[in-house]
C-alpha cells in the first residue's frame, strides 16, 4: 500500500492535497477527539475488510491515546454490520500488527 500511495501522491498531487484537506477538515469539524474519530475509522475499515486502512487506523489510533482494549472494541461493534467473518479477521490483523510494535 505504501508504494501505491506514494505514487498517487507524485502522480496527482493536487488530487491528493485536496483530499487530505477534506479529510482533515472532517476529522476535525465536530465534537469527536482524534481517538474516538481513529477508532470510528477502524470500525469502517473493519466492515470494508480494508486491511491497508484497519492497520493505518490502528497506528494512528494508538498515537492518539488508544489502548489495545479500545481498539478491540471498535473492531467487535462493528459486528452487526460487517459480519462475523470480517470482524474475526480485523482482530487478528489487528493483534499481529500490536503484538509487532510491541516488540
Request: proline fraction near 4%.
Amino acid at each position: 500500500m505504501p508504494r501505491t500511495l506514494d505514487h498517487f501522491k507524485e502522480e496527482f498531487p493536487r488530487t491528493w492535497t485536496a483530499y487530505e484537506q477534506l479529510r482533515n477538515a472532517c476529522d476535525t469539524e465536530g465534537p469527536l477527539d482524534r481517538k474516538v474519530a481513529e477508532l470510528i475509522k477502524i470500525g469502517i475499515s473493519t466492515a470494508l475488510e480494508h486491511e491497508g486502512g484497519l492497520i493505518a487506523h490502528v497506528s494512528q489510533a494508538r498515537k492518539a491515546g488508544a489502548t489495545e482494549k479500545e481498539i478491540e472494541h471498535a473492531i467487535l461493534v462493528a459486528t452487526g454490520l460487517a459480519g462475523f467473518p470480517a470482524v474475526l479477521q480485523a482482530s487478528e490483523l489487528a493483534r499481529d500488527y500490536l503484538e509487532a510494535q510491541a516488540d
